[in-house]
């Protein structure tokens, strides 16, 4: 079709676009896809706007920066976060920007979605995380502690297993750990693997410390647990409601392996970019487009902050 004949096509389509009907497909297609995390959380977060509105179905020019203040204001009446709050408005934006971009076509002149309610929108600026990092006695108790549940005592390994490989998220060991008799756990990060030139990939030498729990773990919970999800439950509900109370603590979280593994290194003597790079962060210079990949340095402080726990 030529330009004119491609312009008159589209425009007989021409009713108001549902948002809440482009959501859904919209997220369907990310969990289906490559970026099955990414749309289960941008699922929750279309989950709560839709509550929040008390509606089936929502106009994109019913869409204001009135009912985005209004949202927050419900948000924080909630006792949502800030920074929770930041990432449901973030995933919205993305979502309306995406229907944008898929229904309106400014070079023929076909807009469907008129209005920009994000234009006129600030979301809350994100506020520091608060530290989640463990010293050095708490973890040697955590590790050696005996429990009488399974449960528990599976939570407490995957936690030291995340801890022994520099940080790895839960989510990595059920997509990418299944074969036990393997010296490096080579993945790329769920996370970021799709906004990455390289993928996110990174190699991750297997320890002494780590063996038993990689023979334990590798190809077992994909069996126990077919989900991320229900692997994720288990986890989250030990650490949330039982682990706290046992290790005297008052918060007690997974992520509290990765963020302890990064302060140590740092303690060790390890510069902020060298960390990064052992918790597979993003580089950020373009020097690293010249550097081959040399995974031994990742390997010395992985050896260097577990030697702190001997």
């Known amino acids: 079709m030529y330009p004119n004949e491609i312009r008159e096509h589209l425009l007989k389509d021409d009713q108001v676009i549902d948002f809440f009907e482009y959501c859904t497909k919209y997220i369907k297609d990310l969990v289906e896809g490559p970026r099955k995390s990414t749309g289960l959380k941008r699922q929750t977060s279309f989950r709560v706007f839709k509550k ?15 009912m985005l203040k209004e949202f927050e204001i419900f948000l924080r009446k909630e006792k949502y976060s800030v920074n929770t709050i930041r990432n449901i408005m973030a995933d919205l934006s993305a979502m309306f920007n995406a229907a944008k971009y898929e229904h309106n076509d400014e070079e023929l002149g ?39 549940s399974q449960t528990l005592s599976d939570a407490r390994d995957l936690f030291m297993l995340s801890f022994y490989m ?3 998220n839960m989510v990595d060991f059920h997509r990418y750990l299944t074969d036990p008799n393997i010296d490096r756990f080579e993945y790329n990060r769920s996370k970021t693997k799709d906004r990455r030139e390289d993928s996110a990939f990174i190699s991750i030498k297997v320890i002494p410390e780590a063996k038993e729990l990689i023979k334990k773990f590798a190809g077992t919970i994909q069996k ?4 991320q999800r229900g692997l994720n439950n288990l986890v989250w509900d030990a650490f949330k409601n039982e682990l706290p109370k046992i290790m005297e603590i008052d918060d007690l979280t997974f992520y509290h392996a990765r963020h302890s593994f ?7 003597g390890f510069s902020i970019e060298d960390v990064g790079n052992a ?17 031994t340095l990742i390997d010395n402080i992985q050896r260097k902050v577990v030697d702190l726990l001997k």
Do not use: Q, V
């Open 262 to 268: 990064a302060t140590l290194a740092r303690k060790c």
């Open 224 to 227: 126990r647990f077919r989900t």
């Open 279 to 295: 918790l597979n962060h993003k580089r950020s210079t373009i020097t690293n487009d010249y550097i081959k990949e040399d995974w």
């Open 110 to 148: 076909i807009i469907k979605i008129h209005n920009s309610p994000f234009s006129r929108y600030t979301i809350p600026k994100k506020l520091e995380s608060k530290k989640k990092a463990l010293d050095i006695e708490f973890l040697k108790k955590f590790r050696d502690m005996e429990f009488d």
């Open 52 to 66: 929040f509105t008390k509606k089936e179905n929502l106009p994109t020019d019913l869409l204001t920066s009135k």
């Open 166 to 168: 520099c940080g790895t």
